[in-house]
């Protein structure tokens, strides 16, 4: 193979690729229908032209018929008057106009059908443009589906690898772990909580237990009536009653808390 052959061949190829990929179906169906309603517009006045063509003929066809029946009539006048000679052109006239209808008549029967292999044609052009119609609005709306399918496909794949997916998914991994952290947050306010009710509740215990060996020791220790211990003077009874009522005024501080 020769090397312009090769070269040749690879033009065309990249010529037909290029066409092929320009080619958007929707123009193309558009220029279609058009090239066939030009053609249409094209054979209906190759119609309109048999047609008329036809009407000549048939105008001709019927002078001459009329013809023939005009140079009749004067043939018989010329022998009604005795003039044979004036007769007999009459007659040669008949004849001529007699022959050229036969020959019109041939000519109409052709002109007859090819007036109506036109129409025919005509009619079979019409039904293809409204069939060519239908299947362009067909496939037009099956174009415009395949393209949005395909842009959404693309789409969907951009969206997978994108920008756009990946800032989603920081956000996300973000949310998580704001979440944890408030969450580590409430739990160790809880503990406290918890451990500040506790103390609460086991010094309310103490408190308890306190009073009770206080009345305890009171009650075994008490004196007679009317007498105070030997150990104790009017001094120390004072100061124990003090610190009596200090101790009184704070439990009753602790149990307002």
Do not use: C
């Not at 842009?151 to 956000?171: D, I, Y």
């Not at 809880?190 to 103490?206: K, P």
Request: proline content about 2%.
């Amino acid at each position: 193979m020769g090397l312009f052959d090769r070269l040749g061949r690879l033009v065309r190829a990249n010529l037909n690729d290029m066409v092929s990929n320009a080619e958007d179906p929707e123009k193309i169906l558009e220029q279609a229908i058009e090239d066939m309603k030009e053609d249409y517009v094209q054979l209906r006045q190759s119609v309109a032209q048999a047609i008329a063509a036809k009407k000549r003929t048939e105008q001709e066809y019927n002078n001459h018929n009329a013809a023939v029946e005009k140079w009749q009539k004067r043939a018989r006048l010329a022998l009604e008057n005795h003039n044979e000679e004036l007769a007999k052109d009459a007659l040669q006239r008949k004849q001529n106009s007699a022959q050229s209808a036969t020959q019109l008549k041939a000519q109409l029967e052709v002109q007859d059908k090819q007036v109506e292999s036109l129409k025919n044609n005509l009619r079979l052009v019409e039904n293809k443009i409204a069939e060519a119609q239908g299947k362009k609005d067909i496939l037009k709306a099956r174009a415009k589906a395949a393209k949005a399918n395909e842009q959404l496909q693309s789409t969907v794949s951009s969206m997978n690898t994108g920008s756009a997916m990946a800032a989603f998914e920081r956000m996300e991994e973000k949310v998580l772990e704001l979440e944890a952290r408030s969450q580590a947050v409430y739990e160790i306010g809880g503990n406290d909580l918890e451990s500040q009710f506790a103390a609460l509740e086991s010094g309310s215990d103490i408190d308890a237990e306190l009073a009770a060996m206080k009345a305890e020791m009171l009650a075994g220790s008490a004196p007679p009536q009317g007498a105070l211990p030997a150990s104790e003077t009017p001094e120390t009874q004072l100061e124990t009653n003090v610190v009596d009522e200090e101790l009184e005024a704070l439990k009753r501080e602790m149990d307002q808390l």
